[in-house]
């Protein structure tokens, strides 16, 4: 066997192994290849003694704290679709859905994918219990919060790093606005929304203002347009797709 003496020699030593075994199949080409890869990375993190503690922080968080805290998380919302499998009437679905979504964030994104799917789960068992009703023909007034949405973008509330209270307020069935507050901030989407079906509506948007302490200081024009579909709504909680998933409660 050679003995190799530096690290271009073992290199060059790894390349013309792999040479001559291509007639023996790809896997194993591909296995040297991958031996080559391993090593050159390794040489790169022996030069680098900064890359590799920096690497070491990035396996302890990722590998260390969130399995413990996911799988806290996942366990509990597991005892819940238990309960689930065990439920028959819709006030029981739906003191299941509050108790998850109490137990989840604001925003669905950044919430454990156990409790995600356990909530999915409940809707989706709501929705039988309003099968053929007109939904979108139920008279929306006053103000509505946002509890729960899968949605990415500013209207789950995100703004930055912060995390800002979400509403509904109606003007009558047809005019409504959406706002984020953040302290003294407030961003409000005024909008409009048609009846198309049972359990769809158009809602076209009309213009974005900005608030500061009470005080307008933008207002502009906003254009857009999308296709909401309700899955349930009785007793001030409505569930729709906008298309991702939002749960919302009347305030009273």
Request: aromatic share 8%; hydrophobic share 40%.
């Amino acid at each position: 066997m050679k003995k190799f003496i530096n690290d271009n020699e073992l290199i060059e030593g790894i390349d013309q192994g792999e040479e001559n075994r291509k007639g023996l199949g790809n896997s194993r080409i591909v296995n040297s290849c991958s031996g080559l890869t391993l090593y050159r990375r390794y040489n790169m993190f022996k030069h680098s003694p900064l890359i590799l503690i920096l690497l070491g922080f990035l396996i302890f968080f990722t590998n260390g704290f969130a399995p413990a805290l996911i799988s806290s998380r996942v366990r509990t919302s597991s005892r819940g679709w238990a309960k689930l499998k065990l439920m028959a009437t819709e006030a029981e679905l739906v003191n299941e859905l509050r108790r998850l979504v109490d137990q989840s964030s604001q925003i669905g994104v950044d919430s454990d994918e156990g409790v995600v799917r356990s909530i999915e789960s409940v809707v989706e068992e709501l929705e039988k219990y309003q099968e053929g009703e007109e939904l979108t023909k139920v008279p929306l007034r006053g103000t509505h919060r946002l509890l729960f949405s899968m949605a990415k973008g500013g209207s789950n509330g995100k703004l930055g790093p912060f995390v800002g209270a979400v509403k509904q307020e109606f003007e009558d069935d047809q005019a409504f606005v959406n706002s984020v507050t953040l302290g003294p901030l407030s961003i409000r989407l005024s909008a409009q929304r048609e009846i198309l079906t049972d359990r769809n509506v158009r809602v076209k948007f009309k213009s974005t203002s900005v608030r500061v302490f009470g005080q307008e200081v933008v207002n502009k024009e906003t254009k857009g347009a999308g296709v909401w579909s309700l899955r349930y709504f009785k007793d001030g909680l409505r569930i729709m797709d906008t298309p991702s998933l939002f749960i919302i409660e009347e305030v009273k």
